[in-house]
């Protein structure tokens, strides 16, 4: 599970988050970059929404020597598939990693 900072508060009414001092102005905030979490991002970042993606940065299948049955990365070391995501991510100035 990833860690969330403890410190995180939200104001729902304005959207705005407070990560370890930095103020976010997000309408979704993600907890997680594993693929799920990094394919949300993806499809509401396209959907040009304001993406917050908090990670604690120790993916639950990192000791696994590849993701399986995921449509054209079958075997993909895990962290590859997350450089993937997040690189795809990039292309969205509207999602914070």
Do not use: C, W
Not at 16 to 23: D, L, W
Not at 62 to 69: E, K, L
């Amino acid at each position: 599970m990833a860690m969330v900072p403890k410190n995180l508060e939200t104001t729902a009414s304005k959207g705005v988050q407070e990560v370890e001092g930095r103020r976010y102005d997000a309408v979704v905030v993600v907890v997680g970059a594993g693929a799920a979490g990094l394919s949300a991002a993806l499809m509401l970042g396209r959907s040009r929404r304001r993406i917050l993606v908090l990670d604690g940065g120790e993916p639950r299948n990192a000791p696994s020597s590849g993701v399986h049955y995921f449509l054209t990365r079958d075997g993909t070391p895990p962290e590859e598939l997350l450089r993937i995501g997040r690189e795809q991510l990039g292309a969205y100035p509207s999602v914070e990693v």
